[in-house]
Nanobody, 115 residues
């Protein structure tokens, strides 16, 4: 089993920044994909960004150039730096880790972008 603990959400004005963190613990595999999804009210959960064990990253088109995903392998932690936030970035952000074909999810963290 893998446990994911996310943190860093909050309320921010348009144009502001937030950084999300997700720490993994438990049965950690060296080959994995880890990242963030978000779900806005009334919408389906969508991929925001992920990073795989090789270091390769993937971003949703809507966040390219504004969000950056990174990791600290020693801490089994992934970060999502979110800059130039827009109201449409509002939603519950969920950390995800996929290893050995199994998806693990952290608790959601609310991000609200509003003036």
């Amino acid at each position: 089993q893998v446990q994911l603990v996310a943190s860093g959400g909050g309320l921010v004005q348009p144009g502001g920044s937030l950084r999300l963190s997700c720490a993994a613990s438990g049965s950690i595999a060296s080959i994995y994909r880890m990242g963030w999804y978000r779900q806005a009210p009334g919408k389906q959960r969508e991929l925001v960004a992920n990073i795989i064990s090789t270091g390769s990253t993937n971003y949703a088109d809507s966040v390219k150039g504004r969000f950056t995903i990174s990791r600290d392998s020693a801490k089994n932690t992934v970060y999502l730096q979110m800059n130039s936030l827009k109201p449409e970035d509002t939603g519950v952000y969920y950390c995800n880790r996929r290893q050995f074909g199994t998806d693990y999810w952290g608790q959601g963290t609310q991000v609200t972008v509003s003036s």
